[in-house]
């Protein structure tokens, strides 16, 4: 075997430019099948990791109209939610796990004679959590903030940089509306967001939902109104389900019809994801990867099958000189193999080194990162390999079946 | 006495079909040649002389007739165990050389003993020895085309004694060799044969086969005489 494999090693290095040729479709087919493969998959990643900037399973509920199938046009009154209301949800959800209210309002922001029309938010801590967005420093909003209406906010990273520049930070003042507020806190950037309402969280400012609420009243009542609420789906397969609770609960309190989607509008990013043919991407990639790697293997089909028609004569010299049929095939299969396997570990280390280099540099959110699969990998492996062997192992039993007589005379 | 027989060949035909034609390229040969002999075999071109010694080489199998190596029928032994006996038995020496030209004339040389599974460090030995008995030592790491057509019949002549087999076989061995370089590749045949080989040497060359001990000639298939070399 040892003395085959010399041989095999000794022939491919001998006709050098096929043998580079053959390797080169090798490494090209095995490193693009891993490349795209993991590309869909990363195109899939990044369109996850888009839509859940603004919060991972994220379903939004909004008051509306009474829907015109549910009352006369005259009596379309408008609706909306208050702070009972979310702690009524929050008590009888069983199909999410966080609950969080947001008050929504604009508001002049200065600071040092700088302003910015911003958009205020009054948020909680659990809508924080459904948020999910780092802090750079300081804290977050808390309970207690809510239960004293501090005048506290936290940053997003766009307003901190043109509102605050380098001077401030945590700590210092700023005014909304001339009302004096603290940072005690600064959000990390987010980035690019799929899924965004007025303003990128890099552009918000957020205060506690009981001071925002006291400090910009609806004009229309005098309840404390919680603009949206923002729920975190336990289980992203149920996510129809855990929209209809939702709106259910929100009707009954709302005395509308838990059908009325006009009333209780509810948006969430798992069905904006769905909607999307990511599944389909994935495939598609998958074959354009199938596609590279059979036309690799076509290539490296027809250089082998060349190689073994231009190496008959050699194959009956062999036998003339005592080689079995087992003797010829095992030498074909160790050239193969050996090609085949220095072509595939070389194609699997590109793409997976392309995949890895892809992943460490600095590149913009909306590149999509290939993905790994160690499973996918050996497939191509065993593909390339497979071809290749398959090529040269059949047509060399072949040309050996024959007397070597009939091999010797092809000059 | 005879010398006891290499080859003993009875009702040999052969037989190639090609679509609804056949050819019959032997027509029943009856031959018997003994351990230590030079048989030179000629005939025109068509026949059947080639096919003769393939059969002769166990290259091919005959349609019909039998066929005893040293004794042994192998007329019907299967491709593998064919091969095993030319490995043994046989050398070959071709008009075209047939080296495999991506190997040195020492790899060329050490092939045969590949496949009779002998140890690396032996097949280099045996190899450099042979090369050294048609004078090319000093050629051992050279490729085929690095050598002239008189080099590359010698290693070829190396190749087919490297096992030490009791019957050497020539298709037409100074066919594509000038006169001089013709002479001195005959010279190392009866080197050859004067050490106990039997050779067997198929030639269009009157010159050749008219001073073999022993003249063969072949016409359509058959056995047109068997006689002593008129110059022998």
Request: charge should be positive; include cysteine; proline fraction near 5%.
């Amino acid at each position: 075997m040892r003395d085959a494999l010399h041989e095999a090693l000794a022939t491919l290095r001998a006709a050098k430019g096929r043998a580079l040729l053959t390797l080169f479709g090798i490494v090209w087919g095995t490193a693009s099948v891993i490349f795209l493969t993991g590309w869909g998959e990363g195109v899939a990643i990044m369109m996850e990791r888009g839509f859940f900037k603004t919060g991972r399973n994220l379903g939004e509920a909004w008051a509306g109209r009474i829907g015109e199938e549910f009352t006369p046009a005259v009596d379309r009154r408008w609706l909306w939610f208050t702070t009972p209301d979310l702690e009524r949800v929050r008590e009888r959800v069983r199909l999410s796990e966080l609950v969080g209210g947001e008050f929504l309002a604009w508001t002049a922001a200065s600071y040092r004679g700088r302003v910015r029309y911003a958009d205020l938010r009054g948020i909680d801590p659990q809508a924080i959590a459904i948020r999910g967005i780092d802090l750079a420093a300081g804290r977050p909003i808390t309970q207690a903030d809510l239960d004293h209406r501090r005048r506290v906010v936290v940053l997003g990273d766009q307003v901190r940089r043109v509102l605050l520049g380098p001077q401030g930070g945590v700590g210092s003042w700023v005014r909304l509306d001339g009302r004096p507020f603290q940072v005690v806190g600064l959000l990390a950037p987010v980035g690019v967001q799929l899924s965004q309402d007025r303003m990128l969280i890099d552009e918000q400012v957020w205060a506690p939902l009981s001071t925002v609420q006291t400090h910009w009243p609806a004009w229309w009542t005098d309840e404390p109104v919680v603009s949206k609420l923002v729920f975190r789906v336990r289980d992203r397969r149920l996510v129809a389900e855990a929209k209809q609770e939702v709106r259910a609960i929100l009707a009954e309190r709302l005395g509308v019809s838990p059908h009325d989607d006009e009333a209780v509008g509810i948006f969430s990013t798992i069905e904006m994801l769905d909607r999307f043919p990511l599944d389909e991407a994935t495939g598609l990639f998958f074959v354009l990867a199938a596609t590279t790697l059979g036309v690799g293997g076509i290539g490296v089909l027809s250089m082998m099958l060349d190689a073994v028609h231009e190496r008959r004569q050699e194959i009956g010299v062999r036998m003339a000189l005592g080689a079995t049929r087992g003797d010829v095939v095992r030498l074909f299969f160790l050239e193969t193999f050996a090609i085949t396997a220095i072509g595939g570990v070389a194609g699997a280390a590109l793409g997976a080194a392309g995949a890895w280099a892809l992943g460490r540099i600095e590149a913009p959110d909306l590149i999509p990162i290939p993905v790994l699969r160690p499973g996918l990998v050996w497939l191509a492996l065993g593909v390339m390999t497979g071809i290749g062997v398959a090529a040269s192992v059949g047509p060399a039993w072949r040309a050996a079946r024959v007397d070597p007589a009939v091999t010797l005379r092809m000059e | 006495m005879t010398a006891p027989a290499v080859i003993e060949l009875e009702g040999i035909e052969k037989h190639y079909s090609f679509g609804r034609s056949r050819v019959d390229a032997l027509r029943g040969v009856d031959l018997r040649i003994g351990a230590g002999e030079w048989v030179a075999v000629m005939g025109p071109s068509g026949a059947g002389k080639t096919t003769l010694l393939e059969i002769l080489g166990c290259l091919s199998r005959p349609s019909a007739g039998r066929y005893r190596l040293r004794g042994r029928a192998v007329d019907a032994l299967d491709g593998d165990a064919l091969a095993r006996v030319r490995g043994a038995e046989i050398g070959f020496v071709f008009q075209s050389f047939n080296l495999l030209p991506r190997l040195s004339a020492a790899d060329n040389v050490a092939l045969p003993l590949v496949y009779a599974r002998r140890p690396r460090a032996e097949r280099a030995r045996r190899a450099r020895e042979a090369l050294a008995r048609v004078g090319l030592a000093t050629r051992a790491d050279h490729r085929p085309a690095e050598l002239s057509g008189g080099e590359r019949q010698r290693v070829a002549i190396a190749r087919a004694l490297v096992n030490q087999p009791s019957l050497l076989l020539a298709d037409e061995p100074t066919g594509n060799l000038d006169s001089a370089t013709s002479d001195e590749i005959l010279g190392l045949l009866r080197g050859l044969h004067a050490e106990g080989n039997a050779v067997v040497l198929v030639t269009h060359d009157p010159a050749i086969g008219e001073r073999a001990p022993r003249l063969v000639t072949i016409r359509d298939g058959r056995i047109e005489s068997d006689r002593a070399g008129r110059e022998a």
